[in-house]
C-alpha cells in the first residue's frame, strides 16, 4: 500500500499581493488572509505575534547553552546531537517534504537564480573587504567571505521556517541546500584552495567537489526526494511514516544544539570585523537577495508565490554557518570567525524579528 505525503496548502495571494511580489520585498501573507494567524492591524498585536514566534525559537537555543554550560551535556554530546540532525533528521525532512511534491514546485528557477546571485554577490562584497579593508591573508579572507554570503539554514533556518511558513518549509530547505552544496560552499573552498597556491586542475577540482556531494546526506536525500518527485514514485505509508516521524525530531534537536555549539566562544578584540562580518550576513545577505529576486523577475523568470518569496528572503537572513570557525582555524582565524557565529547567532533574534516585521509574516 502506498500513499501521498501531503503538504498544507499555501494561501492563494490576491493578484495584486502577487503582482507586488515583483518590486521587491513584499508581504508573505496578503492581508485577506492575516485572520488566519489570529492578527488583525493593530502594531502591538502584530509585534506579539511576532516574538511569540521568535522567542520559543531562541528560548530552544538558549536552553542547548545553559545545559551545555553547565555541564549537564558535554560539547561531544551536543556534537552527535548535531551529527544525528545532519544526517538522519533533515534528510528525512528533505524528503517528507519534496518527494511527493508536484515538479513545478520543485523546479523553482527564479528561487535558485536569485538564491544563488545574492549569495555570490554577498561573497565578493566580503573578499573585498576583507582582503582590501581588513588586509587578511587571501585563505582568512576567503573563509571570512564565507560569513556574507552562507548562513546557518538547516540548524536556524528551518525551524524558522516551520514556525512561520510551515507549507513551503520543507521545499525552501531543500532549494537552499542545493545553491549552498552545488554553489556557495565550492565556491569558498575553491577561493581558499587557490590562495594556497595549490593548483590542481579544473576537472580535479570537479571531480572533488563531485566526491563531496555525494557524500553529503543532505544532497543524497535531495536527490533521492527529487528522483521521486520526477518520476512520481508513490512513497510506500510505511517510509513516508518513518520519515515524517525521523524529521520531526530535527526543530527542537536542531535549536538545542546550536545553543550547546556555542559554549566557550566569546567576543574579544577584532570588534570593528565582528561587527561588519555579522552586519554582512544578517543585514546585507537577505537585502542582495531580495535584490536579486527583484532583478531576476523583472528579467522575465516567473513570479513566486509571496511564501516562497518571504522563505528566500528569511533564509537568506540566518545567521553564520556553523563550519565557517573550522575552516577559518586553517588559516589562523581562531578568534574572529567563533565570534561571528557567537554574534550573528544572538543578533538574529533582532534581525530576523525585524524582517518577519517588513515581509508581514505571522501578523
Not at 558535554?74 to 515538479?103: D, H, N, W
Not at 590562495?195 to 543532505?218: D, I
Not at 566557550?264 to 529576486?293: F, Q, Y
Not at 516567473?302 to 563550519?323: D, K, Q, R, T
Request: aromatic share 6%.
Amino acid at each position: 500500500m502506498a500513499g501521498r505525503i501531503t503538504h498544507p496548502a499555501p494561501d492563494a495571494p490576491e493578484r495584486t499581493t502577487a503582482t507586488r511580489m515583483a518590486a521587491g520585498i513584499r508581504p508573505a501573507i496578503s492581508p485577506n488572509h492575516r485572520e488566519d494567524y489570529g492578527q488583525g492591524d493593530d502594531p502591538k498585536e502584530a509585534m506579539l505575534s511576532i516574538l511569540t514566534i521568535t522567542v520559543p525559537i531562541y528560548a530552544a537555543i538558549a536552553l542547548g547553552f545553559l545545559v551545555t554550560r553547565l555541564g549537564i551535556f558535554s560539547s561531544e554530546a551536543i556534537a552527535y546531537f548535531g551529527k544525528f540532525v545532519t544526517t538522519i533528521a533533515l534528510p528525512c525532512l528533505l524528503f517528507t517534504s519534496i518527494a511527493q511534491r508536484p515538479l513545478a514546485e520543485i523546479a523553482n528557477p527564479t528561487y535558485l537564480v536569485a538564491c544563488g546571485a545574492g549569495a555570490v554577490a554577498a561573497i565578493g562584497i566580503g573578499l573585498f573587504y576583507a582582503s582590501k579593508v581588513e588586509r587578511l591573508s587571501p585563505g582568512a579572507a576567503a573563509s571570512a567571505a564565507m560569513t556574507f554570503g552562507a548562513g546557518n539554514t538547516g540548524f536556524v533556518g528551518f525551524p524558522v521556517m516551520m514556525a512561520t511558513l510551515p507549507s513551503v518549509a520543507g521545499l525552501a530547505l531543500g532549494l537552499s541546500m542545493i545553491v549552498e552544496n552545488v554553489l556557495v560552499l565550492p565556491l569558498v573552498l575553491l577561493l581558499m584552495e587557490r590562495a594556497t597556491g595549490e593548483r590542481r586542475g579544473f576537472w580535479a577540482e570537479v571531480t572533488g567537489t563531485l566526491g563531496r556531494l555525494a557524500r553529503n546526506p543532505l544532497v543524497i536525500a535531495v536527490v533521492v526526494s527529487v528522483a521521486f518527485a520526477v518520476f512520481r514514485i508513490p512513497v510506500p505509508d510505511v517510509l513516508a511514516k518513518t520519515t515524517e516521524m525521523f524529521g520531526r525530531a530535527s526543530t527542537a534537536l536542531a535549536l538545542f544544539a546550536v545553543g550547546g555549539m556555542l559554549v566557550g566562544l566569546s567576543v574579544r578584540g577584532h570588534l570593528r570585523e565582528i561587527a561588519v562580518l555579522s552586519l554582512g550576513k544578517l543585514v546585507l545577505h537577505p537585502a542582495l537577495v531580495a535584490g536579486a529576486l527583484w532583478v531576476a523577475v523583472r528579467a522575465g523568470l516567473p513570479a513566486m508565490s509571496p511564501e516562497m518569496s518571504a522563505a528566500l528572503v528569511l533564509n537568506a537572513g540566518m545567521p553564520a554557518m556553523s563550519l565557517y570557525p573550522i575552516l577559518g582555524q586553517r588559516y589562523g582565524q581562531t578568534e574572529v570567525p567563533p565570534a561571528v557565529l557567537l554574534v550573528t547567532t544572538a543578533g538574529s533574534f533582532v534581525t530576523l524579528t525585524a524582517l518577519l516585521a517588513i515581509l508581514h509574516v505571522g501578523v
